[in-house]
């Protein structure tokens, strides 16, 4: 048993030591500090945060319909809202296209009666993110509201409580680490999209062209770059993924125990 | 945990089970020497396929699999060892980086098989009214173009810069055929791709001749790599490519003699 846990974590550390090794660690310095680089790591930092802040807002209101409210097709709903997480990414940006460009379903109208156009837009690229990061907050929220005892709910409102106040001072601490980790893995999500990216929101310096796509082209173009590019986004992501079990995650196997 | 440890062994006995099978087939498809794999240029893809289709009711012991993308693409994949035979790039720098140091190498020379004009590809009817290079900077008109590396990208920078024309590209796309496609798909106005892709988008879009003067020759060599295993039919291959009936079909599709 031990030994197939430690082929997993071989399994999972080698592509790392891969990366490490081919490094071109002298120029890694410049690299990093050279314009298309920093502008597509600048583009990537904001545009995952406003998927992320997205997928928070229209993700929790969501989960709560789907954990508290019973309705015809739930379940179908519940298939929808998550389908782009196991849809492959391409897909999702060709459905975008079809639904959000500028011939697309909804695309032509926002294109002919507000000007707005979202392909090879910053817009474009958050709503690529947002389309495949927010079911995984989504399916967080809603299994920690599930198992979220609705007494207390309950007790709060027959107290005198508002709806909003319940919500506010009960639901929310009580699924406050199921969010975080729910807005983290959205975020590291959004950080890393690629297919849906390249597909809907297209690849231009400062506009579109996010870390992962950079790292792409610039395999064909200049190999050590990529190298150090896919670094940068493995250091950020496990930097994070490492700070936010330390400090706030630990909740989460604290009420799971319990 | 008991039931992560117990799936990761499932993995490792699956991978096991597939390793196991996978061997007697490799040595059986070398034996008879019947199959090889062709890398060739995304604007080769529709003469490519029915190329291989002619080559294979001349030669039915051969069975020939193909891979279209960028040329910069296939031979990055092919240095990396990329199981192939043939390598056909749209320019010569992308082959000088399989003949290249570094490179995977080829046996023999690079031979010349075709040549190939650009256009002006825009959408059906040619909406946007453009008659040449110089009205890809009118105001309002959305052009893509491929990144740097690819062919079709460095051969649309040499036509601007010819022209004097300076636009900026809203999207740099992976290969010639995302151009078309954003084209065809109405989310771009305009792109430089190559004639036969005109002529292979029929009537979802038209093209705009670009004057000879300004105008570039794209030459596609084609080579047999180094590490071929298959040699007497990637041989084969390239002679139908360069035989009256393999240029009589890449004739149909609009391409030239070199």
């Known amino acids: ?14 592509p790392f030591a891969g990366l490490l090794w081919r490094a071109p660690w002298r120029d890694a310095w410049s690299i990093v500090r050279s314009s298309d680089v920093r502008d597509a790591l600048r583009l990537s930092i904001v545009c995952s945060l406003w998927s992320t802040g997205l997928s928070v807002l229209f993700g929790v209101p969501l989960a709560c319909l789907l954990a508290r409210v019973h309705f015809f097709g739930r379940a179908a709903v519940r298939a929808l809202c998550t389908l782009s997480m196991v849809l492959p990414p391409v897909v999702g940006g060709v459905a975008l296209f079809f639904a959000l460009g500028r011939r697309g379903l ?18 474009g690229v958050v709503i690529a993110q ?23 709910e309950d007790a709060a409102r027959t107290l005198g409580a508002s709806r909003w106040y319940t919500f506010r001072r009960v639901t929310l601490p009580a699924i406050r680490p199921a969010l975080i980790a729910g807005a983290v893995l959205a975020w590291a999500r959004a950080l890393g999209e690629f297919g849906a990216t390249i597909t809907f929101a297209g690849n231009f310096p400062r506009t579109t062209q996010t870390l992962p796509l950079v790292t792409y082209l610039k395999l064909e173009s200049n190999p050590p770059e990529a190298i150090i590019t896919s670094l940068a986004m493995m250091a950020v992501s496990f930097l994070v993924l490492v700070a936010l079990r330390e400090r706030w995650l630990g909740g989460i196997t604290a009420s799971a125990s319990a | 945990m008991t039931l992560l440890f ?10 096991a089970a597939c390793g196991d099978d996978s061997s007697p087939t490799a040595t059986s498809s070398n034996s008879n020497g019947g199959e090889i794999t062709v890398l060739a240029a995304a604007s080769l893809t529709d003469a ?68 190939n004009k650009l256009q002006i590809i825009v959408g059906k009817g040619n909406p946007r009214g453009m008659a040449g290079p110089a009205d890809l900077a009118k ?19 040499q036509v601007l810069d010819k022209a004097k024309v300076v636009v900026t590209p809203k999207s740099l796309e992976a290969d ?20 036969t892709d005109v002529k292979a988008a ?16 794209a030459t596609y060599p084609i080579a047999v790599i180094k590490a071929t295993k298959n040699a007497p039919a990637a041989n084969a291959f390239i002679a139908y490519v360069t035989s009256a009936p393999g240029q009589a079909i890449l004739a149909t599709f609009g391409f030239a003699k070199p």
Request: no cysteine.
């Open chain 2, 48 to 115: 490519f396929r029915e190329l291989g289709v002619a080559f294979q009711t001349a030669n039915p012991a051969t069975k020939v699999t193909f891979s279209f993308g960028a040329s910069s693409t296939l031979v990055t994949q092919i240095n990396q060892g990329a199981p192939a035979d043939v390598f056909a790039s749209a320019d010569l720098a992308n082959m000088d980086k399989l003949t290249g140091a570094g490179g995977a190498g080829a046996a023999g020379t690079p031979i010349a098989f075709a040549t």
């Open chain 2, 202 to 217: 029929g009537d979802k879009a038209a093209g705009v001749t670009i004057p000879d003067d300004v105008n570039v020759l």
């Open chain 1, 106 to 123: 909804v695309g032509q109208w926002l294109d002919r009666w507000f000007d707005i156009r979202l392909p090879f837009t910053m817009a």
């Open chain 2, 176 to 195: 010639v055929r995302a151009v078309v496609n954003k084209v065809t798909l109405g989310e771009a106005d305009a792109g430089i791709v190559y004639a």
């Open chain 1, 1 to 14: 048993m031990l030994v197939l846990a430690v082929v997993a974590i071989v399994f999972f550390a080698l």
């Open chain 2, 139 to 157: 105001p309002g008109v959305v052009y893509v173009t491929a990144a740097p590396a690819v062919p079709i990208g460095k051969y649309a920078q």
């Open chain 1, 130 to 152: 947002t389309f495949v990061a927010m079911p995984f907050l989504v399916i967080t929220v809603e299994s920690a509201l599930r198992q979220l005892d609705p007494r207390f």
């Open chain 2, 6 to 15: 117990g799936l990761f062994g499932l993995f490792a006995l699956a991978a």
